[in-house]
């Protein structure tokens, strides 16, 4: 197959062809041709249908091989196990780009999914490239192409939309342009049987005509592939996430509908956070980062600086900012000093900054630049100080009988009054007279720039000198669409939804930063496997001893243990190890000794040693028996804070870095995080810090703190085993992993490695 990420002449073809073009109103070859037709493509369009000779007025052709040239792209509207042979007359004509609109294929069950093979099977044998089958169509504006099952009228833009859902791309799609906000490219990526997620971000991530790139996502097939191009696309240009299926009821809706596999929610999270993503939480949010995204760069802390004409809307940005994690800056004496010089009295004198309705126009305009130019505030949220100026002055309006009634003898003098606050007099420098002069009324002399157009010029020059972001809520939350269309500027009607908006782009903001500064690049691999595997015997079956050797190359601490096969050895080598001790049963067939009653803590001496064996000995007939269990003996840890470190296999993502508070609480807390392996020091400790158990590791109830520094470096050197071993096993487990008082390191005190069956690793290798 020609190479998968040129995808140029795929999204800007010269030339383009329908297949199963129909004269019937409401099949997909009718409306499919008919809206590609009377899109702005420029480019020759052929129809074909063997059983007509003229389709929508034009000539229709009995075949490709008929057409006058080589087209770039083939738009196959015909059922299902027609277009596999269709593929192959594509192949034979030249043409390597096809999209596959039929469904029927792996979406609907182990049927379609053979035919959906014979399709992919097809394809690479004759090397055409393909979006879907069961898609919705596509759109590429640098062209003028739209094909879809309705005409959108799509317009130009700097956003690429990829969506698995042709229903929710076109939503995507409308709502954007409703704000303003052009679409660059969209395809319905459909079932992904040949040209995946991973494809398109990588044309799209290396393509100047976007700004941002934009996922629905129902599933994640190629996991490790789509990972691998998101995280080298996410440096360079933002991607936006919205993914389905996060419940149960969800995950099944999103495997009936797109044959998706459902996937732990909070892996997917942390997945596409590490890569760099910013995810939205509904399609509201979505719309809300993709205007956002588009007309603004990202700030480079996240020091929220939040100003508000009244006291409610600080309180519920004060909220939002909380639920996202966004701290509020703070602001130091120095600044509220200038402050005081242009705002009355009565101000706040703290973040969020409320104005509590100061209607001096240019003190806020200088709030706004002071904030901005401080230092102290990476970005800023201003609420009411946008009117909607045309929708206010119409509603004023309203008050006109009121004049006309009760002021017909002064109405000349009214307009004077109602901006100057009261008759002319000379300017007094007193607070009581500064706080009169902000809150007395509108000034005449401000008039022009009460009008949203000069104030959002303002605004603009704020944000270019300092490059810092502002995003406005609007005083008539019904205004802010019109708003973000007039002025290019992301304007909300709400508080929670600027806060949304806001903590996106820090998101992505403090990614960059990471990135450019080194903090995202793990250790240089040291793979340690070759020659592991003699030393254990065999990663099939790996008993306790076996793994913590496994563990020591990749440097992970141990406690002092001994592996013994004869009862006589129990107690030298207690002896040698030092009281107390431990006694566990090694099986490589006991994946879980504690449940099995295979350990005993904390045997103080001698008798305790012989005690512990008897009683092992009754639970289990065939220790020190030939080919049976035999028995570790272990320095006994009693004190730290019990983690876990492990890895899990998930069948598109691959091998999984997880992390957890708790040791077996961690089964009921679920308090857990995820990463593709390796990581470096500062995403170790992202992880963790991540935990809603975190505090635990910083010592609480009096207990000491653990040794954080430790706890990091021995999750690195897990990381990068689970890099190197990852393909063998199917779960690897430090559980516990005791992390003792600071400056004294961490325990690996147990350790569970699973092989993968033969079968399944063969498996997993040629489905990728």
Request: glycine share 10%.
């Amino acid at each position: 197959m020609s190479d998968i990420n040129d995808l140029e002449s795929l999204f800007c073809p010269r030339s383009v062809a329908v297949v199963g073009a129909s004269n019937r109103f409401g099949k997909w070859g009718f409306n499919l041709a008919s809206t590609l037709l009377v899109s702005p493509y420029r480019g020759p369009v052929y129809l074909v249908n063997p059983r007509e000779r003229r389709v929508l007025g034009r000539r229709a052709y009995a075949s490709l091989a008929e057409l006058p040239e080589k087209v770039d792209l083939v738009v196959l509207a015909t059922p299902a196990d027609r277009s596999i042979s269709l593929i192959g007359e594509c192949g034979r004509n030249g043409i390597t780009n096809a999209l596959v609109v039929a469904s029927n294929f792996r979406e609907v069950g182990e049927a379609g999914a053979q035919l959906e093979a014979r399709l992919v099977e097809a394809a690479r044998e004759h090397g055409v490239r393909l979006i879907g089958p069961n898609t919705m169509g596509m759109v590429s504006t640098p062209v003028g192409l739209e094909i879809l099952f309705m005409p959108l009228g799509v317009k130009p833009g700097w956003v690429d939309v990829v969506s698995q859902s042709g229903n929710i791309g076109l939503q995507i799609m409308e709502l954007s342009m409703k704000e303003g906000i052009g679409i660059c490219r969209f395809v319905g990526s459909g079932n992904e049987a040949v040209l995946s997620l991973a494809d398109y971000i990588t044309y799209m991530g290396s393509d100047s005509r976007s700004r941002v790139v934009v996922l629905y996502i129902e599933g994640i097939r190629l996991g490790e592939k789509f990972l691998e191009a998101a995280a080298r696309v996410s440096r360079s240009k933002p991607i936006l996430v919205l993914k389905a299926g996060k419940t149960t009821r969800g995950a099944q809706a999103a495997r009936s509908h797109s044959g998706a596999v459902a996937q732990s929610p909070q892996m997917v999270s942390d997945l596409l956070r590490q890569a760099g993503m910013v995810e939205a939480q509904s399609t509201e949010e979505l719309i809300d980062l993709v205007k956002t995204f588009t007309l603004l760069k990202p700030p480079e802390g996240n020091r929220l600086g939040v100003v508000t004409l009244g006291g409610g809307w600080g309180v519920a940005t004060t909220d939002a900012a909380a639920l996202k994690g966004v701290p509020l800056a703070t602001l130091s004496p120095p600044l509220i000093e200038k402050l005081d010089a242009v705002l009355p009295p009565f101000w706040s004198r703290a973040n969020p900054l409320d104005l509590a309705g100061t209607t001096n126009r240019r003190a806020h305009l200088e709030v706004l630049k002071l904030l901005s130019a401080s230092g102290e505030v990476d970005a800023l949220v201003v609420l009411g100080m946008l009117a909607g100026m045309q929708k206010f002055l119409g509603q004023l309006a309203r008050w006109k009988w009121i004049f006309l009634k009760h002021y017909l003898f002064e109405f000349l003098g009214l307009p004077f009054r109602l901006f100057s606050g009261g008759p002319d007099r000379p300017q007094e420098s007193t607070p009581k007279a500064r706080e009169k002069s902000t809150s007395g009324g509108f000034q005449l002399n401000e008039f022009r720039i009460w009008a949203d157009g000069p104030f959002m010029k303002e605004i603009k020059k704020i944000m270019k000198r300092d490059e810092k972001p502002i995003l406005l809520v609007t005083y008539l939350p019904g205004t802010a669409v019109q708003m973000t269309r007039r002025f290019r500027q992301p304007i909300f009607g709400n508080p929670e939804r600027a806060v949304g908006a806001m903590s996106g782009l820090m998101e992505y903001g403090r990614f960059r930063t990471q990135a450019g500064q080194g903090l995202l690049d793990p250790p240089p691999p040291a793979p340690l496997k070759r020659g592991l595997e003699d030393e254990v015997g065999s990663f099939k079956n790996l008993d306790e001893q076996q793994g913590k050797q496994v563990l020591a190359r990749y440097g992970l601490p141990l406690p002092r243990f001994q592996e013994i096969r004869l009862e006589a050895e129990a107690l030298p080598a207690a002896e040698r190890i030092g009281y107390p001790a431990v006694l566990k049963i090694l099986s490589p067939h006991l994946h879980h000794k504690t449940e099995a009653g295979g350990v005993i803590l904390s045997l103080p001496d001698a008798d305790g040693i012989r005690e512990g064996v008897g009683r092992l000995k009754g639970r289990f007939p065939d220790l020190f028996q030939p080919g049976g269990a035999t028995l570790l003996v272990e320095e006994m840890i009693g004190e730290g804070i019990e983690v876990l470190l492990g890895m899990t296999r998930d069948p598109h993502f691959g091998p999984l870095l997880v992390v957890g508070l708790g040791g077996i609480l961690v089964e009921v807390l679920k308090d857990v995080a995820f990463a593709r392996p390796p990581v470096s020091s500062f995403q170790a400790e992202a992880l963790w810090r991540s935990l809603r158990g975190f505090p635990l590791l910083e010592g609480v109830r009096g207990k000491p703190a653990g040794d954080f520094p430790a706890l990091i470096q021995a999750t690195v050197d897990f990381s990068r085993m689970v890099q190197d071993l990852g393909d063998d096993f199917e779960a690897i487990e430090i559980n516990p992993l005791l992390v003792l008082p600071k400056g004294r390191g961490v325990k690996a005190v147990d350790a569970l490695f699973i092989a993968v069956e033969k079968t399944r690793g063969a498996e997993r290798g040629a489905s990728d």
